[in-house]
């Protein structure tokens, strides 16, 4: 199999999308979109937004799910692998670094101040992620009435997004099904 790039270079790449970003899975998304598509151009976004849909519709952390998925595409099982230690890597090590003074990092105003204002900034992160992905793939009409029907199914309705996913996907493939047959019946 010819790889993209070498291992040792993808484990680089996510290690450090995990060592510089905060705030969980959905934060590290546009970071890992930044260096997979834009930068590295190792998959295109469609590509990129396909992964993260499966990711997504999955057990498991997001932005875990999406650089297993992403190094599968990339380099086969062993870019799984070398995604995923260079993902989970360097959480891995920071966690265990300030596991032992966490109580007493957790009392002092400063770091108190800190968690205050990095949750608005991974609220940003997470809000940027959702307007460049929705920008890329709410194109059609038929797609944005599935964006927003599922936003309200989970916001409002309050239905698991996992079956939202997967009533979008087969939704979705119903409708292409139906499309293709009216299609041939017409062009016929």
């Known amino acids: 199999m010819s790889y993209k790039c070498s291992l040792g270079r993808m484990f680089g790449v996510f290690f450090k999308v995990g060592l510089f970003t905060f ?3 959905y934060a590290m998304v546009p970071i890992i979109r930044g260096e997979m598509v ?6 295109t976004d469609e590509e990129f937004l396909d992964a993260l849909a499966l990711a997504q519709g999955s057990p498991g952390p997001v932005a875990v799910n999406t650089s297993i998925l992403i190094g ?3 380099a086969g099982y062993a870019g799984s692998a070398a995604a995923l230690a ?13 596991a032992g003074v966490f109580d007493k990092m957790r009392e002092a105003r400063l770091a108190e101040a800190a968690f ?6 991974v609220a940003a992160l997470v809000l940027g992620a959702a307007w460049s992905l929705g920008s890329g793939c ?9 964006a927003v029907s599922a936003f309200a199914a989970v916001a409002f309705l309050r239905i698991h997004p996992a079956a939202v996913l ?3 996907g087969l939704g979705t493939a119903a409708w292409e099904g139906l ?9 016929s």
Request: no cysteine.
């Open 23 to 25: 705030g969980g899975g």
């Open 38 to 43: 834009d930068r590295h151009h190792w998959v």
């Open 72 to 74: 599968h595409k990339i």
């Open 86 to 98: 260079g993902t989970v890597l360097p959480s891995f090590l920071v966690i265990l670094a300030i």
């Open 116 to 121: 205050a204002g990095v949750r608005p900034a």
């Open 138 to 146: 709410l194109r059609t009409s038929r797609n944005a009435v599935v």
């Open 166 to 168: 997967l009533l979008a």
């Open 179 to 187: 499309s293709s047959r009216r299609a041939k019946r017409g062009g």
